[in-house]
């Protein structure tokens, strides 16, 4: 022993005594004895006596081993624990056996037996003799039995790709060496076990003492994770000064962090709990991340994928004539471009009037008159209504047996388009204010993480690269759309038969409010995935919501121009939406009053959007529908039985609420956890549901669909067919703990960069693009047809 320990144990005794290692007056008798490892102590303790066990530890820059100290109590009921110190020369480790550990509401669990590996602060010496002492006392006048075993762990630096099993429990944490080696920056530390719980914490620790090694202490410092099968964490070398750092494994107390039960609430404060068996079997894998060539290969084959649809659509669209009264080619669209700058500053209405600018000198006063006024970005659909007749035509022409397009495409022009436009309108405001404090949040994340606001520094890049293709897409179906926006607008200036009095009305609006939404939903998903979790979920359901609706809305556009809803009705019902699905994940789990209430909700809205669409948007809501509701039925269904006037459109609504009203009872009695993803699967029913009846329709009208939308629906189905299938995969999600999620991780499949969920990314976005194609040319066939011959349904 050196001679600057005597006086430190004799400091030692002393200092026991006064704090109350003996009665007063009395003295503790201090034993020291040269200790060797991987030998068990058996001794007794008492306050009379303590002891200072010695070790000498040689330690070698080029060779790292761990020193461990195991500890088991014999006696039972103790009164006073056993205190055991451990003193290195940079570091003091002290702990109590029996180890009280306590979990949510301050539970306590005794533990017997502790192990705890003792911290190695890296020596610059080639050899180094190292002295350590373990100091063992108690204040129980009894004494108390105890083993004490230090041994080495040879195998206390992990290696780069190769598997290293262990045990763990919530008194014997493990931890473990790693070294960057040369030419890797960045590593992956993936943990397995085969066991779902108990639930434990993986910690990455930077190489300093102490280590924080227990439950209550390890998420102090550096980054952890809780897990039950999976984990892992990406660790870079710049982030490490020493180039090493901790790998710690802690069990938990309790399983609550990682989705387990809550055990039961101890009768007394001071109760002690058996914790029973925690220990925990665990693999350790270190293996390095994949490189920037991985990256430029991942970012190249998604910039690949989706500019190769650009290609596609410029050699269709050179080839095939977006309409028959269509002369130019398509480079002539190209050479357009200026005026699609101009039009992306001033607005679809502004650019109309800047390509018919030219043609209107010519016109009266009155003409110019009134084009100034449809230049006004207040006018909106109230502020004309040509129908001469305002309220008995209406009423005569809507409640016609068998319409045509023509009776439901009666307003001017000029209004529709300002009343369609604000569709756009709307919803890029929209954009803007959801997108802003979205990406606040982001950047918000990202500094608390220590990272720069590049997106590339975040672990699941990945995920949100594969979200560029809701972008690419969403723009190139603007592009497409406003082609054909200019194409329809030069045959309207050259007063063209067939674009004045045939076809389907064209109405541009609500194609752009699409093409919007899908470039929003790429954003917003992107954001989402950069840490998917309970407070931002809304961000990547938001506008899966406003798709789905605003298609329902184009399609019964088509053939009922005159009385779609406004701009305003519709965004107000989908913010109703929206909201509701807020509530639902908050307050909705195993809430019986908000499933009635929904449900209520859902059956009152489906019968009164059944009754709109049934009259053609005559049937007033005041004080006395429910006696005009009880009056038809006596009427038609007890008086005199007749048949509804109408039979397909009743169809169609008996068959939307037999869906609806069996979701909705679903919902009550299942309660399902994913309420987002059952709104969702509501509204995807409904749309799918009116899309089936509509080309139903179409071919009993005798209509015909062209081979590009044909096509289109046909590789729409088969992508969304498999869409769908790496959707259902069960990969992580934010309804579960984060333990319980990660328990679904898998390896990317596709590069070594993409997983299954980014080929859901991939392929909806193609599904969504190829769905709005769809709705864009699915009556081609009728453009050369004239209005009064197209029926409506």
Same mark, same amino acid.
Request: aromatic letters at 12%; one cysteine or more.
């Given at each position: 022993?050196?001679?600057?320990?005597?006086?430190?144990?004799?400091?030692?005794?002393?200092?026991?005594?006064?704090?109350?290692?003996?009665?007063?007056?009395?003295?503790?008798?201090?034993?020291?004895?040269?200790?060797?490892?991987?030998?068990?102590?058996?001794?007794?303790?008492?306050?009379?006596?303590?002891?200072?066990?010695?070790?000498?530890?040689?330690?070698?820059?080029?060779?790292?081993?761990?020193?461990?100290?195991? /500890?088991?109590?014999? !006696?039972?009921?103790?009164?006073?624990?056993?205190?055991?110190?451990?003193?290195?020369?940079?570091?003091?480790?002290?702990?109590?056996?029996?180890?009280?550990?306590?979990?949510?509401?301050?539970?306590?669990?005794?533990?017997?037996?502790?192990?705890?590996?003792?911290?190695?602060?890296?020596?610059?010496? @080639?050899?180094?003799?190292?002295?350590?002492?373990?100091?063992?006392?108690?204040?129980?006048?009894?004494?108390?039995?105890?083993?004490?075993?230090? !041994?080495?762990?040879?195998?206390?630096?992990?290696?780069?790709?190769?598997?290293?099993?262990?045990?763990?429990?919530?008194? $014997?944490?493990?931890?473990?060496?790693?070294?960057?080696?040369?030419? #890797?920056?960045?590593? @992956? /530390?993936?943990?397995?076990?085969?066991?779902?719980?108990?639930?434990?914490?993986?910690?990455?620790?930077?190489?300093?003492?102490?280590?924080?090694? +227990?439950?209550?202490?390890?998420?102090?410092?550096?980054?952890?994770?809780?897990?039950?099968?999976?984990?892992?964490?990406? /660790?870079?070398?710049?982030?490490?000064?020493?180039?090493?750092?901790?790998?710690?494994?802690?069990?938990?107390?309790?399983?609550?962090?990682?989705?387990?039960?809550?055990?039961?609430?101890?009768?007394?404060?001071?109760?002690?709990?058996?914790?029973?068996?925690?220990?925990?079997?665990?693999?350790?894998?270190?293996?390095?991340?994949?490189?920037?060539?991985?990256?430029?290969?991942?970012?190249?084959?998604?910039?690949?994928?989706?500019?190769?649809?650009?290609?596609?659509?410029?050699?269709?669209?050179?080839?095939?004539?977006?309409?028959?009264?269509?002369?130019?080619? *398509?480079?002539?669209?190209?050479?357009?471009?200026?005026?699609? %700058?101009? *039009?992306?500053?001033?607005?679809?209405?502004?650019?109309?009037?800047?390509?018919?600018?030219?043609?209107?000198?010519?016109?009266?006063?009155?003409?110019?008159?009134?084009?100034?006024?449809? !230049?006004?970005?207040?006018?909106?659909?109230?502020?004309?209504?040509?129908?001469?007749?305002?309220?008995?035509?209406?009423?005569?022409?809507?409640?016609?047996?068998?319409?045509? #397009?023509?009776?439901?495409?009666?307003?001017?022009? %000029?209004?529709?388009?300002?009343?369609?436009?604000?569709?756009?309108?709307?919803?890029?405001?929209?954009?803007?204010?959801?997108?802003?404090?979205?990406?606040?949040?982001?950047?918000?994340?990202?500094?608390?993480?220590?990272?720069?606001?590049? +997106?590339?520094?975040?672990?699941?890049?990945?995920?949100?690269?594969?979200?560029?293709?809701?972008?690419?897409?969403?723009?190139?179906?603007?592009?497409?759309?406003?082609?054909?926006?200019?194409?329809?607008? %030069?045959?309207?200036?050259?007063?063209?038969?067939?674009?004045?009095?045939?076809?389907?009305?064209?109405?541009?609006?609500? *194609?752009?409010?699409?093409?919007?939404?899908?470039?929003?939903?790429?954003?917003?998903?992107?954001?989402?995935?950069?840490?998917?979790?309970?407070?931002?979920?809304?961000?990547?359901?938001?506008?899966?919501?406003? &798709?789905?609706?605003?298609?329902?809305?184009?399609?019964?556009?088509?053939?009922?121009?005159?009385?779609?809803?406004?701009?305003?009705?519709?965004?107000?019902?989908?913010?109703? /939406?929206?909201?509701?699905?807020?509530?639902?994940?908050?307050?909705?789990?195993?809430?019986?009053?908000?499933? &009635?209430?929904?449900? #209520? &909700?859902?059956?009152?809205?489906?019968?009164?959007?059944?009754?709109?669409?049934?009259?053609?948007?005559?049937?007033?809501?005041?004080?006395?529908?429910?006696?005009?509701?009880?009056?038809?039925?006596?009427?038609?269904?007890?008086? $005199?039985?007749?048949?509804?006037?109408?039979?397909?459109?009743?169809?169609?609504?008996?068959?939307?609420?037999?869906?609806?009203?069996?979701?909705?009872?679903?919902?009550?009695?299942?309660?399902?956890?994913?309420?987002?993803?059952?709104?969702?699967?509501?509204?995807?029913?409904?749309?799918?549901?009116?899309?089936?009846?509509?080309?139903?329709?179409?071919?009993?009208?005798?209509?015909?669909?062209?081979?590009?939308?044909?096509?289109?629906?046909?590789?729409?189905?088969?992508?969304?067919?498999?869409?769908?299938?790496?959707?259902?995969?069960?990969?992580?999600?934010?309804?579960?703990?984060?333990?319980?999620?990660?328990?679904?991780?898998?390896?990317?499949?596709?590069?070594?960069?993409?997983?299954?969920?980014?080929?859901?990314?991939?392929?909806?976005?193609?599904?969504?693009?190829?769905?709005?194609?769809?709705?864009?040319?699915?009556?081609?066939?009728?453009?050369?047809?004239?209005?009064?011959? @197209?029926?409506?349904?």
């Amino acid at each position: 022993m050196p001679p600057y320990e005597t006086p430190m144990l004799m400091l030692l005794a002393r200092l026991v005594n006064m704090c109350g290692g003996g009665a007063v007056g009395e003295t503790t008798n201090v034993v020291q004895k040269d200790a060797e490892f991987d030998v068990t102590y058996n001794d007794t303790v008492t306050s009379e006596n303590q002891t200072i066990y010695a070790f000498n530890h040689t330690i070698s820059r080029n060779k790292t081993e761990g020193v461990r100290v195991t /500890v088991d109590v014999l !006696s039972q009921n103790l009164k006073s624990p056993i205190l055991f110190v451990v003193r290195q020369q940079q570091a003091v480790l002290s702990f109590q056996v029996p180890l009280i550990l306590r979990g949510l509401y301050q539970r306590k669990y005794p533990y017997n037996h502790v192990g705890r590996t003792l911290c190695q602060p890296p020596t610059r010496a @080639i050899s180094e003799t190292q002295h350590f002492f373990i100091d063992v006392s108690t204040l129980s006048s009894q004494g108390t039995n105890y083993q004490l075993r230090v !041994s080495r762990v040879e195998s206390f630096t992990l290696q780069t790709d190769k598997k290293f099993s262990f045990t763990a429990s919530p008194s $014997q944490p493990q931890y473990f060496k790693y070294v960057f080696p040369d030419g #890797v920056d960045t590593v @992956i /530390v993936k943990v397995n076990s085969a066991m779902n719980f108990p639930c434990s914490v993986m910690s990455i620790q930077d190489i300093q003492c102490p280590v924080y090694d +227990l439950d209550n202490n390890v998420a102090f410092i550096g980054m952890y994770q809780t897990m039950t099968k999976k984990g892992a964490i990406t /660790v870079q070398r710049k982030d490490f000064p020493s180039n090493s750092f901790y790998v710690v494994v802690v069990v938990k107390t309790e399983d609550e962090a990682c989705g387990g039960p809550l055990r039961f609430y101890p009768l007394r404060p001071d109760e002690l709990i058996d914790a029973g068996n925690r220990s925990k079997v665990v693999d350790v894998v270190v293996s390095p991340a994949i490189n920037s060539e991985v990256y430029v290969m991942g970012m190249l084959f998604c910039l690949g994928i989706f500019l190769s649809f650009y290609l596609l659509t410029l050699m269709v669209a050179c080839k095939t004539p977006a309409s028959p009264y269509e002369y130019g080619s *398509f480079g002539e669209f190209l050479m357009s471009f200026g005026f699609a %700058r101009a *039009f992306l500053l001033i607005g679809f209405s502004q650019l109309t009037a800047l390509l018919c600018s030219g043609q209107r000198q010519h016109r009266s006063l009155d003409s110019v008159g009134r084009s100034r006024q449809e !230049s006004l970005s207040s006018v909106e659909e109230d502020d004309y209504d040509t129908l001469d007749d305002i309220n008995s035509d209406k009423n005569i022409v809507r409640t016609k047996k068998f319409l045509c #397009v023509s009776d439901l495409a009666r307003k001017d022009k %000029r209004v529709l388009s300002k009343k369609y436009q604000i569709y756009f309108w709307n919803i890029a405001t929209i954009a803007v204010f959801y997108a802003l404090p979205v990406v606040q949040l982001v950047i918000t994340y990202q500094t608390l993480w220590g990272l720069n606001l590049l +997106l590339v520094s975040c672990s699941a890049f990945n995920n949100i690269l594969s979200n560029l293709g809701y972008v690419m897409l969403g723009l190139l179906f603007l592009l497409i759309v406003l082609k054909r926006d200019i194409v329809h607008n %030069r045959a309207m200036v050259r007063n063209e038969l067939n674009a004045l009095e045939c076809g389907i009305p064209k109405h541009f609006g609500l *194609f752009y409010a699409m093409g919007t939404a899908l470039m929003m939903e790429g954003l917003l998903s992107a954001c989402y995935h950069v840490c998917p979790n309970y407070t931002n979920f809304q961000f990547d359901t938001s506008f899966m919501y406003m &798709i789905a609706g605003l298609c329902m809305l184009k399609l019964y556009q088509k053939r009922h121009p005159d009385i779609n809803a406004s701009a305003y009705t519709a965004y107000a019902c989908l913010a109703a /939406v929206i909201f509701f699905s807020v509530l639902g994940v908050v307050f909705g789990k195993d809430n019986t009053v908000f499933w &009635i209430v929904f449900s #209520v &909700i859902h059956i009152l809205a489906t019968l009164l959007l059944s009754t709109q669409l049934y009259y053609m948007g005559r049937w007033r809501l005041d004080a006395g529908v429910l006696r005009r509701m009880v009056y038809i039925v006596y009427t038609d269904c007890i008086r $005199q039985c007749s048949g509804p006037m109408y039979i397909d459109r009743m169809v169609l609504l008996v068959m939307g609420n037999i869906v609806n009203w069996s979701l909705a009872a679903y919902g009550l009695i299942e309660r399902p956890n994913d309420f987002a993803s059952y709104l969702l699967a509501i509204a995807i029913c409904n749309l799918l549901l009116y899309f089936a009846f509509y080309i139903i329709m179409k071919l009993r009208s005798g209509e015909k669909i062209k081979c590009l939308p044909l096509v289109c629906i046909l590789f729409t189905a088969v992508v969304w067919g498999f869409a769908l299938y790496f959707f259902f995969q069960g990969l992580s999600t934010w309804q579960k703990t984060p333990a319980e999620s990660r328990e679904h991780n898998r390896d990317c499949i596709l590069l070594s960069f993409f997983d299954d969920h980014d080929i859901w990314h991939f392929l909806s976005s193609i599904a969504m693009f190829g769905s709005f194609l769809v709705l864009l040319t699915m009556d081609d066939d009728l453009d050369t047809v004239q209005r009064d011959k @197209i029926y409506v349904f």
